[in-house]
């Protein structure tokens, strides 16, 4: 899954409208919802992920390994108690 930053995406549409020759001003808003619904259309096709879904996700894998970590200290103690002299 590929991360996009919602900032880039607003960059791509304002770059593409602020090219557009001056007598099509009048239409920037249209171009712009027009670009909008269909950028978000492919990247949503390409599995893309906001980078706000990214950090929700490594913030919940970190807790996950915090998680396995300690359970894997507390069965290794486990076992060195129970563990035949």
Same mark, same amino acid.
């Given at each position: 899954?590929?991360?996009? $930053?919602?900032?880039? =995406?607003?960059?791509?549409? $304002? +770059? =593409? +409208? %602020?090219?557009?020759?001056?007598?099509?001003?009048?239409?920037? $808003? $249209?171009?712009?919802?027009?670009?909008?619904?269909? &950028?978000?259309?492919?990247?949503?096709? &390409?599995?893309?992920? +906001?980078?706000?879904?990214?950090?929700?996700?490594?913030?919940?894998?970190?807790? +996950?390994?915090? %998680? &396995?970590?300690?359970?894997?200290?507390?069965?290794?103690? &486990?076992?060195?108690?129970?563990?035949?002299?």
């Amino acid at each position: 899954m590929t991360m996009i $930053d919602p900032k880039k =995406f607003d960059e791509i549409i $304002d +770059t =593409f +409208t %602020k090219a557009m020759p001056p007598g099509l001003l009048q239409m920037r $808003d $249209d171009a712009q919802k027009n670009l909008r619904s269909a &950028l978000s259309s492919t990247f949503n096709k &390409l599995d893309l992920v +906001t980078r706000e879904e990214f950090e929700v996700q490594t913030q919940v894998l970190l807790r +996950t390994r915090e %998680k &396995l970590e300690a359970l894997e200290k507390r069965v290794a103690e &486990l076992e060195q108690a129970h563990k035949p002299e």
